[in-house]
């Protein structure tokens, strides 16, 4: 049984989802976030959150309540889809 509701488990692997995406693989991310490979595909767990906020510079409720990633935002760039429209 988890600790995280539902829903912070969906936004804990959607941002983890990101975080992989953003180091190029899951074993750069276990190593990004100081966790072995196994505990990282665990994924959704108090520890993957705080090693992922810690990560990204943001707070603990960003990860939990899925303002990180925020929406739009490219894990290869960083760019959001909306500076692309308006810089043509």
Known sequence: MSELT???QANVRAALTFVRA???SAKLAAKALR????TLRTSATPLIVFRIARFAGVGLDDVLSGKYP???VC???GRRK????TAR
């Open 75 to 77: 894990p290869h760039c």
């Open 82 to 85: 909306e500076d692309d429209l």
């Open 6 to 8: 539902t829903k912070e």
């Open 35 to 38: 966790v072995s490979l196994p």
């Open 70 to 72: 925020p929406p739009g």
């Open 22 to 24: 953003r180091c190029g």
